[in-house]
């Protein structure tokens, strides 16, 4: 399963960027469950969100409740992750990572198995 991420870039505090990640090839893009996590240097990458394969439900970590909306267009193969209130403790490389869609969702990062190369987000004061 390919993964491709876009969206990234550099904002000011209190702005907006959205994240999309498409299925590029491997798999009905319907049959997975999607996170999105975030890395910094020296820290583990982290849950940031997440949403079921029918995308019925969806999960957010605490930090980004409220701020971030995670949305998926299955005809297109793709989620989308809006990040509005941006701070600048969001600077990360956000990554995108798919789950075969089958049982509980899932926060870890070892419980996906397909990964995106990772786009920088950088917020700045």
């Known amino acids: 399963v390919q993964l491709q991420a876009s969206g990234g870039g550099l904002v000011q505090t209190g702005g907006s960027l959205r994240l999309s990640c498409r299925v590029a090839?491997?798999?009905?893009?319907?049959?997975?469950?999607m996170g999105w996590f975030r890395q910094v240097p020296g820290k583990e990458r982290e849950f940031v969100g997440g949403d079921t394969w029918n995308g019925r439900d969806t999960y957010y970590a605490d930090s980004v409740k409220g701020r971030f909306t995670i949305s998926r267009d299955n005809a297109k193969n793709m989620v989308d992750l809006q990040m509005n209130s941006l701070k600048s403790e969001d600077t990360a490389v956000y990554y995108c990572?798919?789950?075969?869609?089958?049982?509980?969702?899932?926060?870890?990062?070892?419980?996906?198995?397909?990964w995106g190369p990772g786009t920088q987000v950088t917020v700045s004061s």
């Open positions: 090839s491997g798999g009905t893009f319907s049959m997975y469950n």
């Open positions: 990572a798919a789950r075969g869609g089958s049982g509980a969702f899932y926060r870890t990062v070892d419980a996906y198995p397909y």
